[in-house]
């Protein structure tokens, strides 16, 4: 979603609650390079020369004479070159370029600590700086960027690339830009950028572009092949047979900055991943590149917003890895508490979100009437709990529906049916589920020994099926409005702050207004927090902070210098910062002098280790 906090807020399990000490000195300040907008570890962010730059960008040689790249790439690097022939002054750099400092380059292999031994010591410059490093000796220079070295060799290896790319990126500041030069196509630069990659230049299009390969962002083409151009940039407005390899080079710089144009508007949207599932297939490093990368669970999540704007596409079965799939199940089999002593029905998902607002839906309500618990099975998602059907990706995802469930699909929703069921408490297990859930509802019923009731004659929404519901739930009595107000702010506080905070933050409250805007207040009417319904969150108050903060409940906590902060909380600013902290995140803001509640704009370590940027937005303070 970009920013952390919600349009209608704008101003204008890890260890929880644990304050991580800044361990990056701030008298080394980036100055030239700012993050603004966030979609996993890829951003959008400025490079803030004299004619600023927004990346992730294709830059080039600022002293090159007419290279093929002109136009398409901004000629901003100046290279102050190697120490090894001899030893180099600090170079006179300016605000107009990126000066890459002088440095010593290691060939592919070099061992670490021949690397060490020769490595160069860095000087303190007022000018945009770039080290360069390797995936070996990579350290924190105090500069506004670093160059990867050795990139070539990465290229085409999987392991090496998400090893190399997530120690660099969790190593040098996060307000830094990262440069990878030598490796970037149209086809590769959108998983580069999704690795966290800043700054690309043009050398290997070019390259490629003379040994005559046509590339797209779908692979290669020869040239030779071509009986005609698929593409209608510049360089390809001419007849095939005039178009030579020269020609060859431009298209690829041309196709290389568009591809980049796409990866930042995906940024903006918030659905890179979106696109990267099905553009990392056309070339299966890519793919192997995009699957490890899901394996990284911890780097993603910590870069991963709690909340998006942006709807999930589940057009493949790698969705079900994306980050925001599995901290919504963890969440649910792990934090969720069935406060109702009603029956479980299981239902089918929905193509309407929420579930409640479809047709089938009203339907199984109108046969339910809140005798039972109503839990929806969906893929991707797994199960969702009637109170969290607002709660972000519930409400947020499309899927391609076939009729016939993966077995990947199968074995992912049944374990975490499972675990669910594992972790509450019901009477009866009711499985209002067509014939194709059955595989899901048989599997997790011989696992935990249990039997279900099921309801379901042909399809779920016949008139026989609804009245074989509403026949089963017929001796049960009915939970009253208050009693489901309650249960949702409490189920979605689990979510939120953590397993048992809804009985330990709203045990005692007064709830007003109607669903899904739900207010939560005290007993001396005044508020403590409110039910966003665009993404089932909860919006905390100062009073419902302060209840936080006194409560046994781990709290999110942003620590300020002695200043009242207004709007927002800039990084330098910040002191400390739970390391749990997430983009979207609900967090309390505390300082000598202010105390307050606001939005997390960046995660808990970034917040202490930027030196620029917005930390967090404020939506209520309080001078102390």
């Known amino acids: 979603m970009g920013g952390g906090a919600y349009p209608d807020e704008r101003p204008e399990a890890p260890r929880d609650d644990t ?30 020369l004299e004619d600023p730059l927004t990346t992730p960008a294709l830059v080039a040689d600022a002293e090159a004479d007419d290279p093929p790249e002109a136009g398409a790439a901004r000629q901003i690097i100046r290279d102050a070159g190697s120490r090894w022939p001899a030893e180099r002054e600090a170079p006179e750099g ?27 010591d860095y000087p303190d410059v007022d000018f945009p700086s770039a080290a360069v490093v390797s995936a070996e000796t990579v350290a924190d220079h105090g500069t506004d960027a670093y160059v990867l070295s050795g990139g070539s060799d990465l290229v085409g290896h999987a392991r090496k690339f998400v090893d190399a790319l997530i120690h660099v990126r969790e190593t040098i500041p996060p307000d830094s ?34 040994q005559g390969r046509y590339l797209t962002a779908e692979g290669h083409h020869f040239l030779e092949d071509l009986d005609e151009l698929p593409c209608a940039c510049p360089a390809c407005q001419q007849p095939r047979e005039a178009f030579d390899r020269a020609d060859c080079a431009e298209h690829n710089v041309n196709a290389l900055a568009a591809a980049l144009r796409v990866a930042r508007r995906r940024i903006r949207d918030g659905r890179l991943r979106d696109y990267l599932e099905g553009q990392a297939r056309h070339e299966q490093w890519l793919t192997a590149t995009f699957r490890r990368f899901d394996q990284q669970y911890a780097h993603l999540e910590e870069r991963t917003p709690l909340v998006r704007r942006a709807e999930i596409t589940a057009a493949s079965e790698e969705t079900i890895r994306r980050v925001e799939i599995q901290r919504f199940a963890q969440r649910v089999t792990e934090r969720y508490t069935n406060r109702f002593s009603n029956p479980l029905v299981l239902v089918p998902c929905s193509a309407g979100k929420p579930y409640s607002s479809s047709q089938s839906h009203g339907q199984f309500h109108d046969a339910i009437q809140f005798k039972g618990h109503k839990v929806s099975m969906t893929s991707p998602i797994g199960v969702v709990p009637q109170e969290l059907e607002l709660t972000y990706p519930a409400q947020h995802y499309d899927s391609v529906v076939t009729g016939r469930w993966s077995a990947n699909e199968i074995g992912f929703v049944a374990d975490v049916l499972e675990r669910y069921l594992q972790g509450t408490d019901y009477p009866e297990v009711i499985a209002h589920v067509p014939e194709d859930y059955r595989p899901i509802t048989e599997r997790v019923e011989e696992s935990l020994g249990l039997d279900f009731t099921y309801t379901v004659e042909d399809h779920p929404t016949t008139t026989e099926s609804l009245g074989n519901l509403a026949s089963e739930l017929s001796g049960e009595l009915k939970y009253g409005k208050r009693e489901r107000q309650h249960n949702t702010i409490k189920a979605i506080a689990d979510y939120q702050f953590g397993a048992g905070a809804g009985d330990e933050l709203f045990d005692e409250m007064t709830v007003r207004g109607s669903y899904p805007g739900l207010q939560a207040h ?10 966003v319904r665009q993404y089932g969150v909860l919006s905390m108050t100062v009073a419902g902070a302060r209840r936080w903060v006194d409560s046994g409940v781990p709290v999110k906590r942003v620590e300020i210098d002695d200043f009242v902060p207004h709007g927002s909380v800039l990084a330098p600013g910040v002191v400390d910062a739970s390391d749990d902290i997430r983009v979207g995140d609900d967090v309390v803001i505390e300082g000598p002098s202010a105390f307050g509640v606001g939005r997390a704009q960046m995660s808990g370590p970034e917040m202490v280790r930027s030196s620029r940027g917005i930390a967090s937005q404020v939506r209520h303070v309080e001078e102390t």
Do not use: C, K, W
Not at 24 to 48: K, N, Q, S, W
Not at 178 to 189: D, H, K, M, R
Not at 522 to 531: F, P, S
């Open 19 to 48: 304050l991580i000490r800044a361990g990056h000195d701030r008298g080394d300040m980036t100055d030239y390079f700012e993050v603004h907008e966030r979609d996993g570890p890829a951003r959008i962010a400025e490079l803030r």
């Open 94 to 120: 300016d605000e107009a370029h990126l000066t890459v400092l002088p440095h010593r380059g290691f060939p592919g292999g070099t061992p670490e600590e021949v690397q060490e031994a020769f490595a160069p």
């Open 177 to 210: 830009a990262l440069y990878l030069p030598g490796v970037a196509t149209p086809a590769n630069v959108a998983t580069l950028v999704s690795a966290g990659v800043d700054l690309v230049d043009a050398d290997r299009a070019v390259i490629r572009g003379t």
């Open 522 to 531: 005290d007993d001396d009417g005044e508020q403590l927090a409110t039910v």
